[in-house]
């Protein structure tokens, strides 16, 4: 059971920094454009 | 080609940059549009589409509710037409009411506007219905105008466009029905005709495409005032974009700016600006209203001061503690945890959090906002690096028996040093980046206070911002001008050099027109005012100059961006290595993992990286001085480096900007008497080419003969009277129409202007006596200094006030490869902005005021130190020996500059890149290998040595042209 909760934490973690800073988008890239 | 019927644009939205903030506001629209498929969000023309009824406010308060200011769409009855186009959505106003805005972007000067508007001429009918608002980067053309056509032509031209939402002025009162939207759906455009048949949304009242700036001013009802806000604490364009979103949240705003490089926010709309200051304040940031801009920036300026200062104080405490906790580590020999020893470092580990918190906090705010905009940047891995670092320390210090011995070592020293490091490095780059505003601030030195204006037969004092167009100003000898106008009585000499550059005070009668910031240095005289305020030239100016240094791009952020991909990265691996670990390493796995996952955290976080960038700055910009360029700003060093195209200004850049007599031809006398005539008739004279032929008279020992009489005709030369004769000395037109025959001085005038030189023209009587030339000689290094720039793959082009044949001799004469003649001092700046607009990184070189836009507008701007202050100040660079030989320079110190700097973010990482597999242990399996703390410790300073040997190494560089001893002196 906990390697099985460790796991899948660490997955979702692994999933969450990849969707949170490269999936979701990130808004400094589109200002960044805008401003320059 | 498909087409939403059922849906129509109801909303126009702010903020929304990706497929994730679409899908947030089709989730928050869910509940009221009964499904999200219902709802179409429009990324590129920032619009939501929805089903017909929907009830449009609800919906834009639900949307600005979830994070992105919305508001309903102009309400406009009537039917709709349907154009097909896959991008451009248009909006083809069809009533006369209408007008069509389209959304445009890079457009930064009037230059870009002149050529938005000459490219709009067939479409609009004329140049003058076609308003170019720089400010909003909007396009208003008339009523019936193809969009879509008009935005294809814009994007031509070099301005990325777009139809936006056309507006009905004679509709905003609210006339119309509700939400009947024109423009866009996502991939079909509709299009209405207004009819006027019911009654407006109150949020359809205010103009949503902003407008021209006149209108801006005159008409308030639609865009109101621009309130300009000091802003801190803003470091990233997440911030800036966070800020802009918070204004536009304010009620009343219809268009907000956040300009990074001088930390201000200029919001357009009726909103109050105390609302205003709450919104940045509640999004986390400072903000204060400016009412007085010299106010503003010394406040600037004083900031900056004390921001350098308190950095230093950071850095000095932080790296205290540092080197004194590594000195005791050293001293003890260990910087393991033992029974002994526990209680002290609990203690070292408070203090250590004391201290991050009160010298890095600014690291852990700016990486938590950071992080709230889906971004990583440099502070991310500060605030990483150090946390983890001091996290797992503790844990050690506090629990070192729940750890593997080996795993007892504690980082709190690695924390100090690291923000100690990154604060000096951040230190050094905010000295670097030179005072911006410094120019700014000489323009508005130039501005008068007040005036003295006559109302109702009476003098009076007032302040300049009180002055009414219409109004009468006295302005007495050594006064400054408060306002553009046209003189109605006296007549004077006004020292215009402060604008023009050109040096002698040029005489002014009755309907003459004279300008703000300009000097009267004769008689009284009395004017009446046609521009005020920010109209005038002067303001102008100022606006220009303050543009293009705000529209500059920030310093590249390398650091950031690298950042930016690591970060994330290295919180994979982490994750990673932990879960192996957990799953086939060996017991306790609980603990391998912790320890695996922290060290690679730490390891990770290279504390060189906040110096690599400034080191290299500070050492090149060392190294540019040596050669006698002073540059101002950090970025300029890097931009230089990728110039391609340098624009010279003609006169005091490439000539000496003094002209000389080059050639004395006479016809019917001898040419020791023409001389003496001319002389006679010059010394009466303050004009340069007056000088000129003086001084050739003085050189050739030539008494100049006696002429009374003189007058000075503005743009056709001098006459006087000698021996009861009229002498004349003046250009050919002018001689011509009094009806005198040049005969055979034609060819040497000829000659004279192919040499880029003026023909003066000199008649006694009706008799042409002869001709002389007088020329701006070339800069004897121009021509090398120009060779050496197309070595270097530079195009090189000259701009200058000069007729073609003359700019034709000196372009071939200094071997450029182009020339703009004829160009007004004003319209320099529009060629530097048509050039960049081509996709050209260009330089500007110049050393008149008339010039400082145009230095202002240029990616990198060289004043010659021998101009004008303001010149200087607009520039970023400065060549303080007047050659031009200080270009290529520049330039070549900047590129081995940027080298310099890729080498050393490259130095920052590999240690650290190369740690991070031993950290997540890949060597273990093999080797049995784990990271070791010594490793992580020699890496992390490693890093840093190799920075600043590398940094130093920048001070053995050696341009391709020595400058001799004593040019180096200087």
């Known amino acids: 059971m906990q390697d099985l909760l460790v796991n899948l934490g660490g997955l979702v973690l692994m999933g969450a920094i990849i969707w949170w800073f490269w999936l979701s988008g990130s808004d400094s890239k589109a200002s960044e454009h805008q401003h320059h | ?970």
């Open chain 2, 1 to 970: 080609m498909d087409k939403t019927v059922t849906l129509k644009t109801t909303l126009t939205i702010s903020g929304a940059t990706c497929q994730g903030c679409a899908k947030k506001i089709r989730n928050a629209l869910e509940s009221l549009a009964g499904s999200t498929d219902l709802v179409e969000v429009d990324l590129d023309n920032q619009t939501v589409a929805l089903p017909d009824g929907i009830d449009a406010e609800e919906a834009a308060r639900i949307v600005t509710e979830t994070g992105y200011p919305a508001e309903p769409v102009q309400a406009e009855g009537g039917e709709c037409c349907d154009s097909q186009s896959e991008k451009a959505e248009s909006c083809c106003a069809s009533s006369k009411e209408q007008k069509v805005t389209l959304s445009i972007s890079g457009a930064s000067c009037q230059g870009c506007a002149k050529k938005i508007r000459n490219a709009l001429e067939s479409l609009a009918g004329s140049t003058e219905n076609v308003e170019v608002d720089l400010d909003n980067q909007t396009v208003t053309l008339p009523a019936g105008v193809d969009a879509k056509e008009a935005a294809r032509i814009v994007t031509e031209t070099g301005y990325p466009a777009e139809p936006v939402q056309t507006e009905d002025e004679e509709d905003s009162d609210g006339q119309s029905e509700k939400t009947e939207s024109c423009c866009a759906s996502k991939k079909a455009s509709s299009c209405h005709n207004s009819q006027s048949t019911g009654k407006a949304d109150k949020g359809e009242a205010k103009a949503k495409a902003p407008q021209d700036a006149h209108d801006q001013k005159h008409t308030s009802a639609d865009a109101g005032e621009q309130v300009v806000l000091s802003v801190t604490g803003a470091t990233c364009a997440s911030c800036v974009n966070t800020i802009e979103k918070a204004l536009m949240s304010v009620p009343g705003v219809t268009h907000a700016h956040m300009n990074l490089s001088d930390n201000t926010a200029t919001a357009t709309g009726d909103a109050d600006p105390q609302a205003l200051v709450e919104a940045v304040e509640s999004s986390g940031y400072g903000a204060s209203v400016i009412e007085n801009e010299d106010e503003a920036d010394a406040r600037k300026q004083e900031e900056d001061k004390k921001q350098y200062k308190t950095l230093l104080v950071k850095m000095a405490v932080s790296l205290t503690l540092g080197l004194g906790l590594m000195g005791w580590g050293l001293g003890t020999g260990t910087m393991m945890v033992t029974e002994a020893n526990q209680l002290t470092w609990i203690n070292l580990g408070i203090l250590t959090l004391g201290v991050m918190i009160a010298t890095g906090h600014h690291f852990y705010t700016g990486a938590w906002k950071a992080f709230k905009h889906h971004n990583a940047n440099m502070d991310t891995l500060i605030a990483l690096g150090t946390g983890t670092a001091w996290l797992y320390s503790i844990v050690v210090a506090s629990f070192p028996e729940a750890l593997p011995e080996m795993a007892r070592h504690v980082y709190f020293e690695a924390s100090a040093m690291i923000i100690g490091l990154i604060n000096l490095g951040q230190a050094l780059e905010l000295r670097a980046k030179g005072k911006t505003s410094e120019a700014v601030r000489r323009l508005l030195d130039l501005r008068a206070k007040t005036a003295r204006v006559i109302r109702d037969g009476e003098e009076q004092d007032i302040p300049v911002e009180d002055v009414q167009k219409g109004d009468q100003i006295r302005v007495r000898p050594g006064e400054k001008l408060p306002v553009d106008g046209v003189i109605a009585e006296g007549s004077t000499r006004i020292d215009e050099s402060m604008l023009t550059g050109e040096p002698m005070p040029v005489s002014k009668g009755e309907g003459d027109e004279v300008s703000a910031g300009t000097l009267n240095t004769h008689g009284s005289i009395i004017y009446e005012a046609t521009r005020v305020g920010s109209d005038t030239a002067l303001a102008q100016i100022i606006k220009l100059v303050k543009k293009a240094q705000g529209s500059k791009p920030a310093i590249g952020r390398l650091a950031d961006k690298i950042s930016s991909v690591f970060v994330p990265t290295v919180m994979l691996i982490a994750v990673v290595a932990a879960l192996v670990w957990y799953n086939v390493g060996p017991e306790p796995a609980v603990v391998h993992m912790m320890v695996a996952a922290t060290t690679v955290l730490i390891i990770a976080c290279p504390c060189a990286l906040g110096l690599a960038t400034p080191m290299s700055v500070m050492v090149g910009v060392g190294k540019a001085a040596e050669y006698g360029a002073l540059i101002r700003q950090g970025d300029a060093l890097q931009t230089a480096g990728k110039l391609d195209l340098v624009i010279l200004d003609k006169t005091g850049t490439i000539t000496e900007g003094r002209p000389a007599v080059t050639r004395v031809q006479a016809s019917e006398s001898d040419e020791n008497r023409l001389l003496a005539l001319a002389a006679g008739l010059e010394q009466h004279s303050e004009h340069p080419l007056a000088e000129a032929i003086l001084a050739k008279a003085k050189d050739d020992e030539i008494e100049p003969l006696k002429v009374t009489g003189f007058e000075a005709l503005n743009g056709k030369g001098v006459q006087g009277e000698h021996d009861g004769q009229t002498v004349r000395l003046g250009n050919r037109r002018w001689l011509e129409a009094e009806g005198l025959a040049l005969g055979s001085l034609d060819e040497a005038a000829r000659g004279i202007t192919d040499e880029a030189g003026t023909p003066l023209f000199l008649a006694l009587g009706e008799t042409v006596l002869g001709v002389i030339g007088v020329a701006d000689a070339i800069k004897p290094d121009s021509k090398a200094a120009i060779e050496r720039l197309h070595q270097a793959g530079i195009k090189v082009m000259m701009v200058t006030g000069d007729i073609d044949a003359t700019a034709k001799a000196i372009a071939t004469k200094a071997g450029i490869d182009d020339y703009r003649a004829e160009v007004l001092p004003e319209d320099k700046a529009e060629v530097v902005s048509e050039m960049r607009g081509k996709g050209y990184t260009v330089a500007m070189v110049g050393d008149g005021i008339n010039d400082a836009p145009a230095l202002a507008a240029a990616d990198v701007g060289f004043a010659i130190g021998t101009g004008t202050d303001v010149a200087i100040e607009s520039a970023a660079i400065t060549l303080m020996r007047g050659s031009l030989h200080g270009v290529p320079d520049a330039i070549e110190i900047s590129r081995a500059t940027v080298t310099n700097i890729h080498q050393n973010l490259f130095g920052a990482f590999i240690y650290n890149s190369l740690g991070i597999p031993v950290a997540a242990g890949l060597l273990y399996p093999l080797w049995g290998i784990l990271m070791s703390p010594i490793l992580a410790g020699a890496a992390m300073s490693l890093s840093s040595v190799t920075v600043v040997s590398n940094a130093n190494r920048l001070r053995f560089f050696r341009t391709s042209h020595q400058p001799i001893a004593d040019e180096q002196k200087e």
